[in-house]
T-cell receptor, first 113, second 109 residues
Framework: DVKVTQSSRYLVKRTGEKVFLECVQD?????MFWYRQDPGLGLRLIYF???????EKGDIPEGYSVSREKKERFSLILESASTNQTSMYLC????????????FGNGTRLTVT | GQNIDQPTEMTATEGAIVQINCTYQ??????LFWYQQHAGEAPTFLSY????GLEEKGRFSSFLSRSKGYSYLLLKELQMKDSASYLC??????????FGAGTRLTVKP
């Protein structure tokens, strides 16, 4: 079974702090994704990566950056956290092939005060 | 982004059948996925369609019409444990995957 592990389940940070959310997958998947999930808005794509050191903006990249130095790890960075970034953050990985589904981590609930 | 629309909430009775509809933009379309998400948990994969027609998997079936940009998830013999959010997602040629806002299904006794 694919395992996608997010480093923290709950995180509380102050406005202006730099925040790192880490995600590791163990199935050698090429594609990795970061989403945020908010009530009524569903899952919105922040960034995704289709290879090491490659990244593509999703629908809401503003205020975020990502890093993919190794295939198994995809990090989401909030350069200066703001209260409107309080959300559930979900990392996912996906293999090659159009029929490959996303495999999600358990999520990180981030609160910015 | 790609607009994916599905109803916000639905209610159905235990033992009944429910159909959850989804529409998506067809440009660059590469496949349609349905996921189930219980409260407080991560989404899990239910089904995949890329060709027109119905795919059946036990009590759950999923239908796709590529020309209409339309899919539905059909849940039969509803059980209380089927109360969850159902997420429609479409995959595109650039390899990303975009989601609708999700449909929260409540199954009542």
């Amino acid at each position: 079974d694919v395992k996608v592990t997010q480093s923290s389940r709950y995180l509380v940070k102050r406005t202006g702090e730099k925040v790192f959310l880490e995600c590791v997958q163990d199935m050698d998947h090429e594609n990795m994704f970061w989403y945020r999930q908010d009530p009524g808005l569903g899952l919105r794509l922040i960034y995704f990566s289709y290879d090491v050191k490659m990244k593509e903006k999703g629908d809401i990249p503003e205020g975020y950056s990502v890093s993919r130095e190794k295939k198994e790890r995809f990090s989401l960075i909030l350069e200066s956290a703001s209260t409107n970034q309080t959300s559930m953050y979900l990392c996912a990985s996906r293999g090659l092939g159009s029929n490959s589904p996303l495999h999600f981590g358990n999520g990180t609930r981030l609160t910015v005060t | 982004g790609q607009n994916i629309d599905q109803p916000t909430e639905m209610t159905a009775t235990e033992g009944a059948i429910v159909q959850i509809n989804c529409t998506y933009q067809t440009s660059g379309f590469n496949g349609l996925f349905w996921y189930q998400q219980h409260a407080g948990e991560a989404p899990t994969f239910l089904s995949y369609n890329v060709l027109d027609g119905l795919e059946e998997k036990g009590r759950f079936s999923s239908f796709l019409s590529r020309s209409k940009g339309y899919s539905y998830l059909l849940l039969k013999e509803l059980q209380m444990k089927d109360s969850a959010s159902y997420l429609c997602a479409s995959s595109y040629n650039n390899n990303d995957m975009r989601f609708g806002a999700g449909t929260r299904l409540t199954v009542k006794p």
